[in-house]
Structures are given as structure tokens and as C-alpha cells.
């Protein structure tokens, strides 16, 4: 899997991919052109460094196509204990939701990426960037807007 900022590079993801402390960086379910493997069974673990005084992240995802209702992207508000959560399976570009900002209370991320052996697709690509627009607080971009990246988006 191709990572930015402290993650283990591999060519395919395997596993506890690794922790993270980067206030931005970007992860993907695998390394170079062409689809993701079978049986895919990864996870990276996201913390906001403490120095940056954050108070959410905002991930956005560049690339998202998976195969529908079988291999899933699920994100967690924590770690994987957490109950909050949101699960991305299916073609983004066909939904409409490539690029789309989505925002997670707190200073961790976990992302868990796993597929079956029926069929494979281009994958995905995860951005993030924790929220320290305004000084970290939440609302710093207002009630219709979020940071990505020290900017208001």
C-alpha cells in the first residue's frame, strides 16, 4: 500500500498497517497501478499530534471503487471498538461523493479496508487533515463548511 506521513510502506495491504501521529497525510489500499488484491485485510491508525491542539479530523476520499456490498472501507471515530463508524462500499464517482469532506469529532482515526476473493477494483485513496483552522475548534469554518488542510472548504 502506498502512506504518507509514518506508515509502513507495502505492496499490498496485510494487516496493522500502522499508527500515524501526522496532522495530514493519505493512505491506499495499495501500491502502484491497477486493482487491489483479494482478500484484503488491513488497518491504519490515525492520531492527531497533541502539540496541534485539534479537535476533529476531516477526510475526504480522492479514489473509491470497490466492489459493492462485498469489500468495504469502514472508518471509526477511535479505534475499532468504537461503535462510531461509517462504511463506504460501492464506486464514489457514480454517487457522487468523490472529494466529499466528512468530519469525525475527536483526535483519532482508524480506517480498516477489507475484500473478498470474487472480484477486485481500482480501490481507494484516503486523504486527511486534522481541524486546527480557528485555533482547533470545530466550528472555526462556520456551520456549512469544514477544514481541510488549514482552509476552509
Known sequence: CRATAGFRAA???DGDMGVTTALTG?????DGPGNY???ADCSWTIVMPTEAEVSAVVYRFALFATEQSYDHVVVYAGDTS???RRV?????????GLGRHYVVAGTTLTVTFSSNERRNDAGFVLEWSG???GGGTL????STAHCFN????
Do not use: P
Not at 26 to 30: F, G, K, N, P
Not at 88 to 96: A, D, K, Q, V
Not at 139 to 142: L, T
Not at 150 to 153: A, G, P, S
Open 139 to 142: 466550528s472555526a469554518c462556520g
Open 150 to 153: 488549514d482552509t476552509c472548504v
Open 37 to 39: 488484491l483479494d482478500n
Open 11 to 13: 505492496s499490498r495491504c
Open 82 to 84: 468504537y461503535t462510531s
Open 131 to 133: 481541524v486546527t483552522c
Open 26 to 30: 493519505s493512505i491506499t489500499d495499495h
Open 88 to 96: 463506504y462500499s460501492g464506486y464514489f464517482e457514480r454517487m457522487g
